[in-house]
């Protein structure tokens, strides 16, 4: 009896932490996944709507977008703007 208790404990321990690493791992990957969606809808927008900035480039080497109010911006890879003064940028 004592031996069959320990066993059924232990598998409901390691089923337990089993699920809950599963868990984790499939939030990280949502993340990711969502993070990624996001970069791509909004470079695809601005790359529809706005025009691109050719001669020069972000601070990390990113494409530079113009909007309709002359004001010049980036799209980071979780896919928000970040818009640059005309000094933050570079040449490429």
């Known amino acids: ?5 320990k066993i059924a404990l232990l598998a409901t321990g390691l089923f337990a ?3 809950v690493h599963a868990q984790s791992t499939i ?5 990711a ?14 790359a529809i709507v706005d025009k691109k900035y050719r001669g020069k480039q972000g601070p990390g080497g990113q494409t530079v977008y113009i ?3 002359s004001h010049y911006y980036y799209v980071n890879s979780k896919g928000h703007k970040y818009y640059l003064k005309k ?4 040449n490429k």
């Open 1 to 5: 009896m004592k031996h069959s208790l």
């Open 17 to 19: 932490v089993t699920q």
């Open 27 to 31: 939030s990280k990957d949502a993340h």
């Open 33 to 46: 996944v969502g993070h990624k969606t996001s970069e791509i809808a909004a470079k695809s927008k601005a």
């Open 67 to 69: 909007d309709k109010y």
């Open 87 to 90: 000094s933050q940028l570079r």
